[in-house]
């Protein structure tokens, strides 16, 4: 039985989406342009088909010249009890005093002194944020530093997702046309998850943002729940439904690829999580197209190899084994290039394979 999942009323549901793109005197702070972009993408996503907002619902402001200015956008303190009011800010992110995080606005001055006077204090953000009665509250803060938000006491009941770390600036690769943490969140929205359910949740969000951001040279991200929020799901699965479809395949082996990856790199337990995905794969690949399909092949030959690199090589050549011998009794023989792959891969691992009991990782 799948868990039951929040969906918002669009009717009964609001946004507030702010970015900062330009500085004036006196900040010294440099232009942010694909702030202005990333404020009007997530605007659109939002209210479009994939999304559970209605236009009238969702307000963007790109530059507000005071914090006064981006309260105004936040729905009356006396209004009724909306499902959810989400907040979503792309620009710099400040330090003020004590290391408490500042949105920064057009005039904002980057020193201790200065910030919390001339930018948006996040702890004021979520006073704000709490005087609107909502059932879930969500903050989404693409800007350097945004896992201090983390720590505002203010931030106790507000569902909080950080770009990048407490100690680490949001980065804009060279060339994108919007900040690196929405190109990567909007990309995500676009591809889908082909074995996710209708709708995407928040932990759902998290969880391949987690995975895509570092695998894209990003930042961490960051998040805290409250409640039951993990589960509010704000857009459509476009992928829903193609998890045994042959792209839907490829697009699963090529995530959990990026989780071994992060896995290779030292990231503590993503090996394990990249073997047990890539079964999973192998698994369905095998019950749609047979034990002996040249791409069922490869993504055999994929799981077997994460096995060997999570440590149980004696197990990648057994796995390989058996991937060899369905391959050459299929009634097409297989495919040379899939055997010759599986067979010098085969190779590889008996020359590191060294025999120990109570092999598993292959089975999880």
Avoid: K
Wanted: with cysteine.
């Amino acid at each position: 039985m799948s868990w039951s999942l929040t969906v918002p009323s669009p009717s009964n549901s609001a946004a507030v989406v702010v970015g900062t793109a330009t500085h004036v005197l006196p900040s010294g702070l440099p232009s942010l342009p694909q702030a202005e972009l990333s404020v009007a993408a997530v605007g659109d996503a939002l209210v479009g088909p994939l999304g559970s907002f209605d236009s009238g619902s969702v307000h963007r402001c790109v530059d507000p010249p005071s914090a006064a200015d981006v309260f105004r956008l936040l729905p009356a303190p006396g209004t009724r009890r909306l499902d959810v009011l989400l907040f979503y800010f792309a620009g710099h992110g400040l330090c003020g005093e004590g290391d408490r995080l500042c949105l920064a606005l057009p005039g904002s001055v980057d020193d201790v002194d200065s910030a919390e006077r001339t930018s948006l204090p996040v702890t004021a953000l979520f006073q704000a944020m709490r005087q609107v009665r909502a059932e879930h509250r969500v903050a989404v803060l693409d800007c350097c530093f945004a896992g201090r938000a983390l720590d505002a006491a203010d931030a106790a009941d507000i569902h909080v997702l950080a770009a990048a770390g407490r100690t680490r600036r949001a980065l804009t690769p060279e060339g994108h046309l919007r900040t690196g943490f929405t190109t990567v969140l909007l990309d995500l929205l676009a591809d889908g998850v082909p074995d996710g359910p209708e709708h995407l949740d928040l932990a759902t969000l998290y969880r391949r943002l987690a995975v895509r951001l570092p695998a894209a040279g990003l930042p961490a991200p960051l998040q805290r729940t409250f409640g039951s929020s993990g589960d509010l799901a704000l857009f459509r699965n476009t992928a829903h439904g193609t998890a045994l479809s042959e792209p839907g395949l490829l697009a699963r082996a090529r995530f959990a690829d990026q989780v071994r990856t992060l896995g290779l790199r030292g990231r503590a337990g993503r090996l394990d999580q990249a073997v047990r995905l890539l079964r999973s794969v192998a698994d369905d690949a095998a019950r749609v197209m047979g034990q002996g399909h040249p791409d069922t092949l490869r993504y055999r030959h994929v799981h077997a190899a994460a096995v060997g690199e999570a440590g149980d090589p004696a197990t990648a050549c057994a796995l390989l084994e058996q991937a060899l011998a369905d391959g050459a009794a299929a009634p097409d023989g297989g495919t040379a290039p899939a055997l010759d792959a599986l067979r010098s891969s085969l190779a590889y691992w008996r020359a590191r394979a060294v025999p120990h009991e109570g092999s598993a990782l292959g089975q999880r």
